[in-house]
C-alpha cells in the first residue's frame, strides 16, 4: 500500500512563491499515474498538475506557466512549485497517485490513492 503525505503549504501574498512536496511511502516498482488536485470549500476538487507512468506531464489551464510538477524518483517525492501565486489559488492540495491506467487525467475518480492535503492561502 502506498502511502502520501504533502507539505510545503502555508500562507504568502500575491505574487509569491511555494513548493509544495508529497513524500510516498511503501512504494512498489508499480509504475503510477500521479497528480496534485486542489480544492476549495463549496466546490469540486480540482485536477491541475498530472505526470503520467510515462514521465508526460500536463497542466491545466488555470496554473499553466505558472505551476511546475516534477518528481525526485530516487527519494521518491513529487514536487509542485508554484510561482506568482493568486488569490484563487487559495486551496487545500491534494497529492494523489493510481496504479491503473488514467484515461482523464484531470478526474479525481482516476485516482485511488490521496493525501490528506496541505492548505496554501494567499493574500492580496
Known amino acids: 500500500q502506498v502511502y502520501l503525505k504533502e507539505s510545503g503549504g502555508g500562507s504568502v501574498q500575491s505574487g509569491e512563491s511555494l513548493r509544495l512536496s508529497c513524500v510516498a511511502s511503501?512504494?512498489?516498482?508499480?509504475?503510477?499515474?500521479w497528480g496534485w488536485f486542489r480544492q476549495v470549500p463549496g466546490k469540486e476538487r480540482e485536477g491541475i498538475a498530472i505526470?503520467?507512468?510515462?514521465?508526460?506531464?500536463t497542466l491545466a489551464d488555470s496554473v499553466k506557466d505558472r505551476f511546475t510538477i516534477s518528481a525526485d524518483n530516487t527519494q521518491k517525492i513529487l514536487y509542485l512549485q508554484m510561482n506568482s501565486l493568486k488569490p484563487e489559488d487559495t486551496a487545500m492540495y491534494y497529492c494523489?497517485?493510481?496504479?491503473?491506467?488514467?484515461?482523464?487525467?484531470?478526474?479525481?475518480?482516476?485516482?485511488?490513492?490521496w493525501g490528506q492535503g496541505t492548505r496554501v492561502t494567499v493574500s492580496a
Open positions: 505526470l503520467d507512468r510515462d514521465g508526460r506531464t
Open positions: 494523489a497517485a493510481s496504479e491503473y491506467i488514467v484515461v482523464k487525467k484531470f478526474r479525481e475518480e482516476e485516482y485511488n490513492i
Open positions: 511503501g512504494y512498489t516498482y508499480v509504475s503510477y499515474s
